[in-house]
C-alpha cells in the first residue's frame, strides 16, 4: 500500500514556505524525499534513516517520525526552482531496499 | 562520474512487437531498480537486480515481462508483445548498497501504437 501525501497540490508566492506530509500506514525504516519536473527524472533531496531524524539542505528540511510512520517536508523561503511534483519513497522494515512511493504534491511557485 | 544512463529515450512499438529497454547504474553501484511511471501519476516499483540476481520481482507483471542484469554490461527490462497499457516512462535507479539513496536515470518513453 502506497503511502499518503499532502497535500495533492500547492501554489506559492516566491519567498513563502510549505509543508508537505507523508504517511505510512506500515511501519517504516527510511523515507526518501524527490523532486520531478515535468518531463524528467526525480532528483534525490534527502533520505531520513532513523526515527525522530531531522535533516536539512539548503532551505529545504525533513523530519521523519517513526512511531507516527509519518515524514515532512520543509521549504522555506521557495524559489521559483522549487516548482515541480515531490515524492516521498518510503521503505518498510523486511522489505528488502524496495521503495512506494506516493502519489505525489505538485507544487507551483509564482513570481 | 557519469550518472544513470538508459536507452533508448524515445521507443515506439506496434503493437505486439518486443521492446528493450536498457540501464546503466552509476559507476559503483551494484544495485538496479526499475520504475513505471504513468502520465500525472507516482512511480510503481517493478523489480530490483543486483549483478546476475533477481532480488525482488514482485512489482513486476508475470506475464511479457522480464528483467536481467548480467556479469558484463547494462541491465535489461524486456517487454514482449507489448499493447498500448504498457506505454508510460520507464525509469531506472540505482544504488551502491542496500539503504542508501537510488539514483534516477532520465527514464525511456515507451509509445505503443
Known amino acids: 500500500q502506497q503511502p499518503v501525501q499532502s497535500p495533492q497540490a500547492v501554489i506559492l508566492r516566491e519567498g513563502e514556505d510549505a509543508v508537505i506530509n507523508c504517511s505510512s500506514s506500515?511501519?517504516?525504516?527510511?523515507v526518501h524525499w524527490y523532486r520531478q519536473k515535468h518531463g524528467e527524472a526525480p532528483v534525490f533531496l534527502m533520505i531520513l534513516l532513523k526515527g525522530g531524524e531531522q535533516k536539512g539542505h539548503e532551505k529545504i528540511s525533513a523530519s521523519f517520525n517513526e512511531k507516527k510512520q509519518q515524514s515532512s517536508l520543509y521549504l522555506t523561503a521557495s524559489q521559483l526552482s522549487y516548482s515541480g511534483t515531490y515524492f516521498c519513497g518510503t521503505e518498510s522494515r523486511n522489505a528488502g531496499n524496495m521503495l512506494t512511493f506516493g502519489g505525489g504534491t505538485r507544487l507551483m511557485v509564482k513570481p | 562520474n557519469a550518472g544513470v544512463m538508459q536507452n533508448p529515450r524515445h521507443l515506439v512499438r506496434r503493437r505486439g512487437q518486443e521492446a528493450r529497454l536498457r540501464c546503466s547504474p552509476m559507476?559503483?553501484?551494484?544495485?538496479v531498480y526499475w520504475y513505471r511511471q504513468l502520465p500525472e501519476e507516482g512511480l510503481k516499483f517493478m523489480v530490483y537486480?543486483?549483478?546476475?540476481?533477481?532480488?525482488?520481482e514482485s512489482g513486476m507483471p508475470k506475464e511479457r515481462f522480464s528483467a536481467e542484469f548480467p556479469k558484463e554490461g547494462p541491465s535489461i527490462l524486456r517487454i514482449q508483445q507489448v499493447v498500448r497499457g504498457d506505454s508510460a516512462a520507464y525509469f531506472c535507479?540505482?544504488?551502491?548498497?542496500?539503504?542508501?539513496?537510488?539514483?534516477f536515470g532520465p527514464g525511456t518513453r515507451l509509445t505503443v501504437t
Open positions: 559507476k559503483g553501484h551494484s544495485h
Open positions: 535507479a540505482s544504488s551502491p548498497q542496500q539503504g542508501y539513496e537510488q539514483y
Open positions: 506500515k511501519a517504516l525504516y527510511s
Open positions: 537486480l543486483q549483478k546476475e540476481n533477481i532480488i525482488d
